[in-house]
């Protein structure tokens, strides 16, 4: 079985180990374009040692971001400010990820991350605007959606796609598809949050339409060598929610359709969601949907011990572990987790005073 500092394969893309950086929301991008910030924040880890860095949820459309401050690849400008982070990546052997996102029903806040504001929702003076989901059902604490037509449906489909192929063109090495969370596909696929009787409400099937077509069309703008990943909410949590057999069930759906990772996360889409929460506490989830279908995972969730991380991977519960706030604590957190499980990993050569032995 592999280990943590292990590399990863995926299609044509290999990954120096399976240590990744979780994306992030940071609230401090302008008009969706990411700012000097990000090339300090995202430059950290990426000379900190992770096989990849995943950049935070991007808005496939303006209305997409989850905050005013939130990044976007709806235009050329937006994709082209991530060049030189992605140059950088490289110049370490980093792969660069980005997670192409629809807020649904939970944008149009302000930047809430960093107590900017004593408010929640933007207003429109402040650049906020009237949020979509597949039923008008609010999210507790923010205002009722509206209801998306199929005509918008499809619409969002070639959005993401176009979004896609900005990516692509940007340079990043892998695509990421944010379904979790709460966010519009999960709002899809929760019948929590999906009371449509057309052909995207109801079913199994029909829930899952509108993830399947985005898939679909973000794979179809990639090339054959580059990894595609889908972060799933691989539970509700809540009785009468999404659950896991679904997910299980929905894994080898979207493998087919060209997904090769299902970044597996949970819960986010109600707020009273009884969630046991503790140290890698979402591993069960990967590892059920690595164990019974075969196709790749990822864990994420209060990881954030050396010994715990290698656990999982060379146990074989998931391929890769993410980590978020561990990395806000420490960017360089792989340099010191190869040195406490005794593996050599190369430094960057500007750091390399800075090893222990
Ligand atoms: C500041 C912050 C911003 C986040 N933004 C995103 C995001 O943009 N997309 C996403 O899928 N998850 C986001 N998350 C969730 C993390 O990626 C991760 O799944 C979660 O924090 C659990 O991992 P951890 O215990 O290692 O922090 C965010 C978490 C934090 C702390």
Same mark, same amino acid.
């Given at each position: 079985? %592999?280990?943590?500092?292990?590399?990863?394969?995926?299609?044509?893309?290999?990954?120096?180990?399976?240590?990744?950086?979780?994306? =992030?929301?940071?609230?401090?991008?302008?008009?969706?374009?990411?700012?000097?910030?990000?090339?300090?924040?995202?430059?950290?880890?990426?000379?900190?040692?992770?096989?990849?860095?995943?950049?935070?949820?991007?808005?496939?459309?303006?209305?997409?971001?989850?905050?005013?401050?939130?990044?976007?690849?709806?235009?050329?400008?937006?994709?082209?400010?991530?060049?030189?982070?992605?140059?950088?990546?490289?110049?370490?052997?980093?792969? =660069?990820?980005?997670?192409?996102?629809?807020?649904?029903?939970?944008?149009? /806040?302000?930047?809430?991350?960093?107590?900017?504001?004593?408010? =929640?929702?933007?207003?429109?003076?402040?650049?906020?605007?009237? /949020?979509?989901?597949?039923?008008?059902?609010?999210?507790?604490?923010?205002?009722?959606?509206?209801?998306?037509?199929?005509?918008?449906?499809?619409?969002?489909?070639?959005?993401?796609?176009?979004?896609?192929?900005?990516?692509?063109?940007?340079?990043?090495?892998?695509?990421?598809?944010?379904?979790?969370?709460?966010?519009?596909?999960?709002?899809?696929?929760?019948?929590?949050?999906?009371?449509?009787?057309?052909?995207?409400?109801?079913?199994?099937?029909?829930? /899952?339409?509108?993830?399947?077509?985005?898939?679909?069309?973000?794979?179809?703008?990639?090339?054959?060598?580059?990894?595609?990943?889908?972060?799933?909410?691989?539970?509700?949590?809540?009785?009468?929610?999404?659950?896991?057999?679904?997910?299980?069930? +929905?894994?080898?759906?979207?493998?087919?359709?060209?997904?090769?990772?299902?970044?597996?996360?949970?819960?986010?889409?109600?707020?009273?969601?009884?969630?046991?929460?503790?140290?890698?506490?979402?591993?069960?989830?990967?590892?059920?949907?690595?164990?019974?279908?075969?196709?790749?995972?990822?864990?994420?969730? =209060?990881?954030?011990?050396?010994?715990?991380?290698?656990?999982?991977?060379?146990?074989?519960?998931?391929?890769?572990?993410?980590?978020?706030?561990?990395? +806000?604590?420490? %960017?360089?957190?792989? +340099?010191?987790?190869?040195?406490?499980?005794?593996?050599?990993?190369?430094?960057?050569?500007?750091?390399?005073?800075?090893?222990?032995?």
């Amino acid at each position: 079985m %592999p280990h943590l500092f292990d590399p990863l394969t995926i299609r044509e893309t290999t990954f120096l180990n399976r240590a990744w950086v979780s994306p =992030m929301c940071m609230y401090s991008a302008e008009d969706g374009v990411i700012q000097e910030f990000h090339h300090a924040h995202l430059g950290a880890f990426i000379t900190g040692g992770a096989g990849l860095v995943i950049v935070e949820a991007t808005g496939v459309v303006p209305e997409g971001r989850i905050s005013i401050g939130c990044p976007g690849l709806y235009t050329n400008e937006q994709a082209e400010a991530f060049t030189p982070i992605i140059k950088l990546a490289h110049s370490y052997g980093v792969k =660069m990820g980005i997670q192409l996102a629809h807020a649904g029903r939970k944008g149009g /806040t302000t930047r809430i991350g960093i107590g900017l504001s004593d408010h =929640m929702i933007a207003t429109p003076e402040e650049g906020g605007w009237e /949020t979509v989901a597949p039923s008008a059902l609010a999210f507790e604490g923010y205002p009722v959606p509206r209801e998306l037509t199929t005509g918008e449906i499809k619409q969002l489909v070639k959005d993401w796609a176009d979004a896609a192929s900005r990516a692509v063109k940007a340079g990043f090495d892998v695509l990421e598809i944010h379904a979790a969370h709460g966010y519009l596909l999960h709002e899809f696929y929760s019948p929590l949050s999906n009371h449509r009787t057309d052909e995207y409400g109801g079913s199994f099937e029909n829930r /899952t339409r509108f993830l399947r077509e985005v898939t679909s069309a973000v794979r179809h703008e990639m090339p054959d060598s580059m990894p595609l990943f889908v972060r799933i909410s691989a539970s509700d949590w809540t009785e009468g929610g999404w659950t896991i057999e679904e997910s299980v069930e +929905l894994a080898p759906i979207l493998k087919e359709l060209g997904a090769d990772l299902i970044d597996t996360s949970s819960g986010g889409n109600v707020h009273n969601a009884k969630i046991t929460v503790g140290p890698g506490y979402q591993v069960h989830f990967a590892h059920a949907i690595k164990g019974i279908t075969g196709v790749s995972a990822s864990t994420v969730g =209060m990881i954030t011990d050396p010994q715990q991380a290698d656990e999982i991977i060379s146990s074989g519960k998931a391929d890769a572990v993410m980590m978020a706030r561990e990395f +806000l604590r420490n %960017p360089r957190w792989p +340099l010191m987790a190869a040195e406490v499980l005794g593996v050599k990993i190369e430094w960057p050569r500007q750091l390399t005073r800075g090893k222990k032995a």
